[in-house]
Nanobody, 127 residues
């Protein structure tokens, strides 16, 4: 079992930066893929970024590519999402997720293959 705790959300003006974190507890050695997702009110959940550390592979949604960076510490205990040049449309609840599978790029930004989820952290970007 793995428990994920999201933190670091807050409010920022457009053009600013914010870093959110996901602390992982439990048997993290069995986790091979990690992702960040977000959901705004009235909208569907959207995959934002994914990482498969063993293959040093990352993928980003087109909407955040070049602005967001996903990373993980070597101990596999914390997942990060550095968000730069934030826009009002980035406003959402952000969730980290973990999977025991080595997910392909097709599935990294799709939530159905993830078995563990954080509780979410709110990010608000004002114009």
């Amino acid at each position: 079992q793995v428990q994920l705790v999201d933190s670091g959300g807050g409010s920022v003006q457009a053009g600013g930066s914010l870093s959110i974190s996901c602390s992982a507890y439990g048997y993290t050695d069995g986790v091979h893929s990690w992702g960040w997702f977000r959901q705004a009110p009235g909208k569907e959940r959207e995959g934002v970024a994914g990482i498969v550390p063993y293959y040093t592979r990352t993928i980003y949604a087109d909407s955040v590519n070049g602005r967001f960076t996903i990373s993980q510490d070597n101990a596999k205990s914390t997942l990060y999402l550095q968000m730069n040049l934030l826009k009002p449309e980035d406003t959402a609840m952000y969730y980290c997720a973990a999977s025991n599978q080595y997910l392909s790029n097709t599935w990294l930004l799709t939530g159905v293959r993830y078995g563990y989820w954080g509780q979410g952290t709110q990010v608000n970007v004002s114009s």
